[in-house]
DNA sequence: GCCGGAAATGATACCGATACCATTTCCGGA
DNA sequence: TCCGGAAATGGTATCGGTATCATTTCCGGC
């Protein structure tokens, strides 16, 4: 019975110890050097000779060494993680931008981090989270953050990206457009259309609040004052926007034109106007906001705002980059803009 | 000019010296007591008096201390950190799974790491990366993954639970649903619909792959042989769809069903048809794959298959969660199925 | 063959927390 | 009052890399 144990099966080479994960350590011991040479030849490989780079990178091979980026992060301070914050990403506009930046920070070696926030209140928590982890930069959805953010972002002394919104007065950086002005855009189109009895379908979050007082403010330079809105949570479904557009009709709104926060609202009302008999846009005019991918294939096609989402992904994820490898930024709040792209809706 | 620099501005509190990082050493020289009672008035606070927890976080409230993760995972061989790899996020059904499994996790205080693969071989590389930071659990899309990929993560000894497809072997854990069963379906409804003549508008990716053999097979048990497709590149865009369908014209091919590999690719097969001209579904019928949100909005609405997508990621969080905490998982492949959505577009 | 500086490698300390075990404090019961 | 065990707290070592500085090796030019 007291015999040795039994190697394992396969692997006559130096099989990794069960249990104990191969650390650099071993790799150095096995290639004959030293860990620190082990480290450079991983990291930083024009620092050493053809000869012992290949000797090491066999070992690793073959040992299955993984380097553990905990212990690398806490003595360099250089986790090369990056956090990003959005309220959700179901039917939402952020998908593309979070593609993009991710994509933009794989490419220089960064991992991301995500936190989706929920539109509620946990985003203290959530940051306060993220912190701990130490990322090296932070893309955060919105310019609305209680005090308490804002002092720990600032105290911790990282490059912050703020997104889709403007504000003269950022954490740091921001990359976004004016709700406000867009808002105004809608208002304005539907005007020019001749509408005078607008209702609104539209979102709870606090974005989509700044673009309805854009609208608001529009239309009362025109001299419409009464706005009539049925107030969806997020996210914006399609059902909330057949709902909401059922809404104004049972509380006798008469309107010609309905302005929606998104574009899923608004293909909504279209669903329900339609499926109620209306002619789209005789009877009735839907604008939405995203430009979603499926308001150009619709049927009709849906007017609504265009924003380059992927832009702002990745703008931020370069904004960051460069603050980290101490470029300095020359623009710290960048206006990405919209566009109003007219279909056959309106 | 020799003066003692000004003190800044405002903040007459105990200002935390600039450059240097609070530490929990620095915490517990504050409050009194050693960095290890800080360290368990923070993480485990019914270890400690009420007045020491008191005190403690009040020292931490005023000094702004952020824990650092990094020196606590190192040692503790706990990151709170999950990974998940995703093949992209745009237009695709994927973002109801990430934010399920998100939501889930970040309620047991597990941070996300973000992983987007691409549709490329960028996965061994992305998952190499990923395992050096030790999250403690791993979500993967699909069940193709290199040998060298499965070794890695074998060899890691961390929960692995892959998604979206179905194999009686998986790594480690599975939630998903059979492709092939999804695609028969398709093409059983469309038989008893009467068509003989049913094209494919095809995503590219291995799982649409398999559905497409579903289909091919399912067709052939009607002496169906020839199944004219037209390919397209993820992620399934509109788009795509309209160019998809076209193509097939082009080519000659006269069908009176189109089946496509997702939704927003069947959408735009509609939309390029309704443009021709042609009625849906009297002249074609056209049928999805996703049960996207819009699926039951457009017009005519869409028929398509549902996976309950939100659920898939809920379940994979919650098993990773219980062979983290130790328990042991049941079932180890979970089938969620699928259900065909019937609508006015077949 | 010798010298000098660059290239390659190594020794040591350290990042900032927690595991582990030891010590002190506290409190109810004999 | 004393005792014993639980509760609270602390000392020290350690996780696994890399920064820093020191040392050794190498090589061309004189």
Chains 1, 2 share one sequence.
């Not at 080479?13 to 030293?34: F, W």
């Not at 000779?49 to 299955?64: C, K, Y």
């Not at 004052?225 to 107030?231: I, K």
Request: charged share 25%.
């Amino acid at each position: 019975m007291a015999r040795t144990p039994p190697r394992p099966p396969r692997d006559a080479a130096p099989a990794p110890r069960a249990g104990k994960a191969v650390t650099i350590r071993d790799v150095a011991k096995v290639a004959g050097v030293s860990p620190i040479t082990v480290s450079r030849a991983l990291n930083n490989p024009e620092l050493v000779t053809p000869d012992t780079l290949e000797r090491v990178r066999a070992v690793v091979a073959r040992t299955g060494y993984v380097p553990n980026f905990l212990a690398g992060s806490l003595r360099s301070r250089r986790s090369r993680v990056i956090a990003a914050v959005f309220p959700q990403i179901t039917n939402s506009m952020f998908a593309d931008a979070i593609q993009a930046f991710t994509d933009r920070l794989r490419a220089e070696g960064y991992e991301v981090l995500l936190g989706l926030s929920s539109y509620e209140q946990r985003e203290d928590e959530l940051i306060a989270g993220i912190l701990g982890r130490r990322p090296e930069g932070i893309y955060l959805t919105g310019i609305n953050h209680s005090p308490q953010t804002r002092r720990r972002l600032i105290a911790s002394h990282i490059p912050v990206v703020e997104a889709w919104d403007l504000t003269p007065t950022p954490i740091d950086m921001l990359v976004g457009f004016s709700h406000e002005k867009a808002g105004a855009a809608m208002a304005r189109h539907l005007l020019a259309k001749g509408h005078r009895r607008i209702g609104l379908v539209w979102g709870k979050d606090p974005r989509a609040g700044v673009r309805r007082r854009g609208i608001e403010e529009a239309l009362a330079e025109a001299g419409i004052d009464a706005v009539p809105a049925s107030l969806e949570p997020p996210p914006g479904k399609f059902q909330f926007g057949r709902e909401g557009f059922a809404d104004l009709l049972r509380r006798g709104e008469r309107v010609s034109a309905v302005a929606c926060s998104s574009d899923p609202l608004a293909q909504g009302v279209v669903a329900e106007a339609q499926q109620r008999g209306l002619r789209i846009p005789e009877d009735l005019a839907v604008i939405g906001f995203g430009d979603f991918d499926f308001a150009a294939h619709t049927s009709p096609s849906l007017t609504t705002i265009a924003i380059e989402k992927a832009r702002i992904g990745q703008l931020a994820a370069e904004a960051l980059i460069a603050r980290i490898e101490g470029r300095e930024v020359a623009e710290r709040v960048v206006d990405v803009g919209f566009r109003l792209v007219e279909r056959e809706s309106t």
